[in-house]
């Protein structure tokens, strides 16, 4: 009897485990398969700060005059120089730029000052510029610019003048360039500026010391290379 008994509940446990089995087998046909996520790539921001070295075009508009010499003007020489300038990005739309470079330039006479060769100066002129740069062009990136400079002059030579000494002077100026990106790196630059600069000088000839004032107002022109960190 006993046996009975044993080989009744072992029959009953054995039935109760198949159901288990088949109640949890159903379950897991229920859940849905789990998948891995796919991987995401961290993307780095690009480093905000960004140089520049380009050829650079300093196109003075000639004008000016001497106190006192009626239907006097200036006329000054074209140079062309190395030139860095230094980008910082606040946003990736809103960046500061500071170019640096020195230029050469003879100043001639005009008008009733013609055929007088005044002398050669050396310009020191830093802009520095506040720019709005558009990003939804892909690799060609335009930009609009304007901000400050403070030319230094140094370095002066004279010729047919016995001395002259053009005043440190502050300017405006405004630009519109563009960057075209080969890489995340790598792109080149066109940029145009005109800078409004029209500095005081003092010129001795002839025993007298006369002032007047340069017009220069030149336009720079630059191509070059640039680099993003």
């Known amino acids: ?22 109640a949890f087998g159903a379950m897991a046909a229920d859940l849905a398969p789990v998948t891995k996520a796919p991987y995401t790539p961290v993307v780095a921001e690009p480093s905000p700060w960004m140089i520049r070295l380009r050829a650079l075009g300093v196109l003075p508009t000639g004008g000016g005059s001497v106190s006192g010499v009626p239907g006097s003007s ?5 140079s062309v120089v190395p030139e860095l300038d230094i980008t910082y990005f606040f946003t990736k739309n809103i960046a500061a730029e500071l170019i640096l470079g020195v230029t050469p330039h003879t100043i001639n006479g005009a008008g009733t000052l013609g055929g007088l060769s005044v002398g050669k100066v050396w310009l020191l002129p830093p802009i520095l510029t506040l720019q709005y740069h558009f990003t939804d062009f892909g690799p060609f990136k335009p930009y609009v610019g304007a901000g400050v400079n403070y030319t230094v002059f140094f370095n002066t030579k004279t010729y047919d003048v016995q001395s002259l000494d053009v005043k440190n ?11 075209y990106m080969i890489d995340r790196h790598w792109g080149f630059n066109i940029d145009v500026k ?23 107002n030149p336009w720079l022109v630059a191509a070059g290379v640039t680099y993003r960190f």
Not at 74 to 78: E, G, I, K, W
Not at 169 to 179: E, R, Y
Request: charged share 15%; hydrophobic share 50%.
């Open 194 to 216: 005109k800078l409004w600069l029209a500095p005081d000088f003092t010129v001795g000839t002839g025993g007298a010391l006369l002032n007047g004032k340069a017009d220069l």
């Open 74 to 78: 200036l006329s000054y020489t074209d």
């Open 1 to 22: 009897m006993a046996k009975g008994l044993w080989g009744r509940a072992i029959a009953q446990a054995a039935a109760g485990m198949v159901v288990l089995g088949c």
């Open 169 to 179: 002077s502050w300017g405006w100026a405004l630009q519109a360039g563009f960057d």
